[in-house]
């Protein structure tokens, strides 16, 4: 109210403002500069750097190099490698992702009855998101292993298979593999995520829809899915973005391998940036990556400049 | 609200204005900093030292150095941080792009420095070796280094002796065989019969990774060719390239199921375990065997790898452990200092002695020291000892393939190109056409060359 009464009498009375509204805007200036400065340094300015950088056949660990204009986007566009990687890290988002979700609202459907030892199993649960990733990765690769490793041996002494499987080292199994660790390594964000807002769901929703006869089913698909769904579609976008842009796990568990079979974007940046030290074609396979993600921002954006559109209705 | 922001301001402060307080802020933040840049002035001096080769007993011949070193410089405290064999080139490009390049750097193959050097990122290394003594030096033990004629772009810390072939004496005998093999038909054929009751034959790696491409280069030369000529021409369009190849694929079958993801740690275990009645490794097996499975140390032994026949010569992996200090180190004088301590006898014989045979000295006064000879595993494996250091002083990497050849400087962009494990891969794992893995190989390494 005081700043509308400000705004307001300053627009009557003094058009270009008074000594004390400049020292108020510049105030204001310097209240916001830290902000822009550190949104500049952490965003705009790599952003910026990397499309430079990009037009450049550069030595990484000089960072010199010569102009090449768009060469190196062109060289990407030409290359298998980029195009396999492209699909790589598709497969890896959509499958981790699904099997994130899918298995986030079963467990957090589970944690939200009433059970023994609820709270405990509720901390328990979020273990796997909380424990680094070289951690994870390594307990993963001795369950892995061929020679010592649990599953093998508990599946051949079940004698479901007579030779040690490779989880790593060959096709499917690979990215099988990678998939299922990354949605072991992931899903308790989507269980806090959509138990937060089962807890919100009003109780009549589900006395009204077993008055009408609705099943456990019926009630899941009917009363709490729609319930979900907004809380989902913030999920859903929010970890395709980083599931997209994932490194550390893929890179620790196979390193892309066999061949390229799992070589995602950011492995391939790695490789080129680090390498072959060639920072140009790296900074082009980011800058692309970069154009691929603004599609799912836009899409974020998109949604939640709605959500706020109908909340404000 | 605003006017009610700087009222309580001025009345709060006791009519002091917003800009004096801001001012006085600022000051005393100043001041408050001052006594630390001050501090900062008056601390020691510090040296940054990486290394990929960090088990804990080299650490602890590391701490020796750098306490002594200390010592005997008042005032210079040295930071030992650790890189990896796979993560140096990460690692090493950051640092030197951000211009926080460690003072020394040890330990990284031969074709790092010379890439390097060759990009005019290392200091000149001729006043270290100055220091050490050249006389000290085996014949010929810095010519790798002299990239540029009459420059050395670094020195050697030590050799290894990568790819020697390890046996099991108890199941060669288990197995009927008599002597160990010389040849790829005589390794075939010893696996075949080792293999089996949850051994294996062998722990060759079929990864897309360092260990698969430097173990392909040696298979290459043990068929008698080579991946460059000696005027660094692609040479792998050969018998000998596509023989080295078939070589591999018919060992698919004698390593165990997850080699497609193994590296030099998983192959060593493999072997020191009891799990592949042979290994290639270097003299790291030792000290392992004796510590984690003392039960087989009585029977392991190392011999140089077979080649395709006996008229090929053995052809060694040494990745030749290199010293290397960075253009733009600071203190260059003491990081010079801290470079040549490192061959002091009593730390580097600690630091020798703390992986017995796998890395091995480079100064021949080293060698025959007493001190040197005086350590339980070298005097228990004396004759594999000796078999490593020569196969070591013999050997060569992909940056230097033979003493005809010239260094190359894009070894080690070669290397972590992953294109020669790849070419493995796609011909042993993926079945691709022999002439397709040859030619997109030759295709991609000819790229290499002029990138």
Known sequence: MTATTITGSAAAGAPRGSALDRRYAMLGLVLIAPSVMIFCMVIVYPLVSAIYLSLFSIYTPTLQGDFVGLDNYATLMASGEFWRSLLNTVIWTVCTLTLQIVFGIAVALVLHQNMAFRALARSLILFPYFVSTVVAVLVWRWLFNDLYGILNHMMMWAGLVDMPLDYLGSMPNAMISVVIVGAWKYFPFVVIAVLARLQTIPEPLYEAAKIDGAGPIARFFDVTLPQLRDVLVVIILLRAIWDFKEFDLIFLLTGGGPLISTQTLPLMVYKDAFGLNDMGRASAVAVTMMLVMLVFMIAYLRLTGREEKEAAQ | ?451
Not at chain 2, 230 to 254: C, H, I, Q
């Open chain 2, 1 to 451: 609200m605003t006017n009610k922001i700087s009222n309580t301001l001025s009345s709060g402060l006791g009519g002091v204005s917003r800009r004096t307080v801001l001012t006085g802020i600022g000051a005393a933040g100043f001041a408050a900093a001052m006594p630390g840049i001050r501090r900062a002035h008056a601390q020691e001096t510090t040296l940054r030292w990486w290394s990929p080769q960090t088990a804990p007993a080299q650490r602890e011949a590391y701490d020796y150095q750098i306490r002594t070193f200390e010592e005997a410089n008042p005032g210079v405290k040295v930071l030992f941080e650790s890189t990896s064999d796979e993560g140096y080139p990460a690692q090493m490009a950051a640092a030197f792009a951000s211009g926080q390049a460690p003072n020394v750097v040890t330990h990284l193959p031969s074709f790092a420095v010379s890439n390097y050097w060759q990009n005019g990122l290392l200091e000149p290394f001729d006043d270290v070796i100055a220091m050490i003594g050249p006389e000290k030096y085996y014949e010929g033990a810095n010519k790798i280094y002299e990239i540029t004629p009459g420059q050395h772009a670094g020195t050697g810390i030590g050799n290894s002796a990568a790819n020697m072939l390890w046996v099991r004496t108890d199941l060669m005998e288990k197995a009927g065989i008599d002597a160990v093999p010389r040849t790829w038909d005589q390794l075939r054929d010893a696996a075949s019969k080792m293999q089996g009751g949850g051994i294996y034959g062998a722990p060759l790696p079929y990864a897309r990774n360092s260990m698969t491409s430097l173990v392909f280069v040696c298979f290459v030369h043990g068929a008698g060719g080579m991946i460059f000529s000696p005027d660094l021409e692609v040479a792998v369009d050969s018998a000998e390239f596509r023989n080295a190849l078939e070589f591999y694929k018919s060992m698919r079958e004698f390593c165990p199921p997850g080699a497609t993801a193994y590296s030099w740690g998983e192959s060593l275990t493999a072997f020191v375990s009891g799990a592949t009645a042979t290994g290639l490794y270097t003299g790291r097996v030792l000290a392992n065997v004796n510590a984690q499975n003392p039960g087989i140390a009585e029977f392991v032994s190392a011999h140089e790898y077979p080649t395709v026949s006996e008229d090929v010569p053995h052809w060694t992996f040494n990745d030749f452990p290199s010293v290397m200090i960075p253009k733009d180190a600071p203190n260059m004088e003491l990081t010079k200092k801290l470079a040549a301590h490192l061959f002091e006898p009593d730390g580097y014989i600690r630091q020798l002695h703390a992986a017995p045979g796998h890395v091995l000295p480079v100064l021949k006064t080293i060698s025959s020291m007493e001190a040197y000879q005086d350590n339980e595993i070298i005097r228990k494996y004396s004759d594999d000892v000796d078999r490593m250091a020569a196969a070591a002083a013999a050997g060569h990497n992909l940056g230097w393939e033979s003493t005809a050849h010239q260094p190359n400087t894009k070894a080690g962009q070669i290397i972590a190109s992953h294109v020669l494990a790849e070419a493995v891969q796609r011909y042993v794992m993926n079945g691709d056409a022999m002439d397709a893995v040859v030619s997109d190989t030759a295709m991609r390494l000819e790229e290499l060359m002029k990138g």
